[in-house]
């Protein structure tokens, strides 16, 4: 039915003549997909045959800058301006299109016509402070950022954009105080690059280095410093963060964008951060942030181009092809992404990342060969492990125990437990192997209870301890667990298989054979499905160890 509604609209988009209804219902069709491109395309159609409807115009504008149209985004909110003078979004737009002009008057203008709630109560005087600076006028500038002044959060961003004003105007001591009012509430990497980048200017190449290496211990993974570190190496003086109030305002929509992104606010901060790429295209952690969005939404293309784009001379250049081997991942090119791992890997030999991944995705293709030996390398580069790394050793654990290396598995899963007692997966993971393999069957029982007390609603878990009570003898009690597991996981084959076995031992004959009919209907591995079909014609009397693809990630679901 809605396939029928929506063929005019898509007619219309390949030049056919279609209905402004038809091309209202592809538009919401669209909207539900986070196709903003096709979206803008039906409500076009729709507006030529109702031009003044606001609501229409609204969502056409906002589904332009989604998009990234901001030509047509402009000019809707100039439509939008005529009809409905009152909307924020789109005087906020106009008033960034005055400053891509340079009319910075017009744009004061503009923003001082807005009402200052919600957003607007922030994102204002950060705007205002930019637009006075602009205009010579700084004083007006500090007193628009001085009203953030005590804000949760958005205190320290103003001292950060006071400083980088300051900074920009010349005022070196003045955006010091500015800068360092920032730390308290953390070392942001902008705040790290505009304050280091004055020190090295003031001279003080030593604390300079010292706040670039504090940041790199904070966030190991992150290479986002080294161009500062060897800049001060070079001995090449920078220049201030911020040298036009344009780009200053894009800084700021970056940072309010980033602030909403973090709050879960993902549809909000994407117009905020295609708003900073209209006045500066060339941002690249603008960029990075914009496809991270954008992937969240499924748009996984869009995401890899605008990864892809970031330039490669850029602090953030690695972190973005990092996040084109996400984007390919979903995509299913994976083959691709193995190739660009395997590259990374090999620019950066004191970088493990690159090979925790490349290990993630073999071990997800199933080349458990392949993913322990990136697994391996990676903690060659990276020996000495921390709480944090537990996640690590559960992932080379179960590789290693697909790989049939169940010594060195074992070890792995014990040291990740060792790290983190209280991950309900990974202590099932060890006790289902141990029970599975007849080994260690208290401990093995002992780490699945465990594992329940943390998830009790868990299926793969519960299943996990009617198998060790199958494994032990204990038919009845395997039953009973057995039969809560397949009520919390229906469709798991591992399950109903495991629920069959059990009736079968318990002389619940035709209850197994349905159970391992249902198994039977979902499994997706071939020796499984063998397996199966010999039970239904032939019955099952070993209660011993499974052999085959009922294995202990099987049982787990872990990923």
Do not use: C
């Amino acid at each position: 039915m809605l396939a029928a509604l929506v063929a005019p609209a898509v007619a219309a988009a390949e030049g056919a003549p279609a209905s402004a209804a038809g091309a209202y219902l592809a538009a919401n069709f669209a909207q539900d997909r986070n196709d903003a491109e096709a979206a803008s395309r039906y409500l076009a159609i729709a507006l030529d045959d109702d031009p003044g409807n606001v609501d229409l115009l609204y969502r056409a504008f906002t589904s332009a800058v989604i998009g990234g149209d901001m030509a047509a985004a402009v000019d809707l909110a100039g439509r939008l301006e005529e009809n409905f003078p009152a909307d924020p979004l789109s005087t906020v737009m106009l008033a960034l299109d005055d400053v891509e002009a340079g009319r910075y008057d017009e744009a004061a203008d503009r923003l001082e016509s807005i009402e200052r709630d919600g957003i607007a109560s922030f994102l204002l005087p950060m705007l205002l402070g930019w637009v006075n600076a602009a205009l010579d006028d700084e004083a007006a500038a500090m007193a628009e950022l001085d009203l953030l002044a005590g804000e949760n959060g958005f205190g320290a961003l103003a001292s950060l954009h006071r400083g980088l004003i300051l900074d920009m105007n010349g005022d070196l001591e003045g955006a010091r105080l500015a800068f360092e009012a920032s730390f308290g509430l953390g070392h942001t990497l902008r705040l790290v690059e505009a304050a280091g980048s004055l020190y090295e200017r003031l001279g003080e190449t030593d604390r300079a280095r010292s706040l670039y290496q504090q940041y790199a211990e904070e966030n190991v993974d992150s290479t986002m410093v080294e161009p500062l570190l060897a800049r001060i190496e070079s001995g090449v003086t920078p220049s201030a963060l911020i040298t036009d109030p344009k780009s200053g305002i894009a800084e700021v929509l970056f940072h309010i964008a980033t602030a909403l992104n973090q709050e879960g606010a993902a549809d909000i901060a994407l117009l905020q951060t295609q708003f900073a790429l209209y006045l500066q295209p060339d941002f690249p952690l603008a960029q990075v942030l914009l496809a991270d969005i954008l992937i969240g939404r499924g748009r996984n293309d869009e995401a890899l181009a605008i990864y892809q784009a970031v330039d490669r001379r850029s602090a953030v250049s690695w972190t973005a092809r990092l996040s084109v081997v996400t984007a390919l991942d979903r995509l299913e090119r994976r083959d691709e992404a193995i190739e660009l791992l395997s590259t990374m890997a090999e620019e950066r030999l004191d970088r493990s990342g690159p090979l925790v991944r490349l290990g993630d995705l073999l071990r997800g293709e199933e080349r458990y060969d392949e993913a322990i030996v990136a697994y391996d390398a990676a903690l060659e580069r990276s020996p000495q492990l921390d709480d944090a790394d537990w996640s690590f050793l559960y992932r080379h654990g179960i590789a290693l125990e697909r790989g049939k290396q169940w010594q060195r598995a074992e070890q792995a899963l014990i040291r990740a437990i060792d790290l983190n007692p209280d991950h309900a997966h990974l202590l099932n993971y060890l006790g289902y192997s141990w029970i599975d393999r007849g080994e260690n069957l208290d401990e093995g029982e002992e780490l699945i209870r465990r594992a329940i007390d943390l998830s009790p609603q868990d299926g793969y878990i519960v299943d996990s301890l009617g198998w060790a009570y199958f494994r032990t003898g204990r038919i009845e009690e395997a039953v009973e667990e057995l039969e809560r597991a397949v009520e919390l996981r229906s469709e798991d084959t591992v399950i109903n298989d495991h629920l069959g076995d059990a009736y079968w031992l318990a002389g619940r004959r035709t209850e197994a054979r349905y159970q391992w009919r249902r198994a039977l209907r979902t499994v997706d591995d071939d020796e499984m499905a063998l397996a199966i079909e010999d039970k239904l014609a032939n019955g099952f009397s070993d209660a011993g160890p499974v052999d085959g693809p009922q294995t202990a990630e099987d049982a787990s679901g872990a990923q």
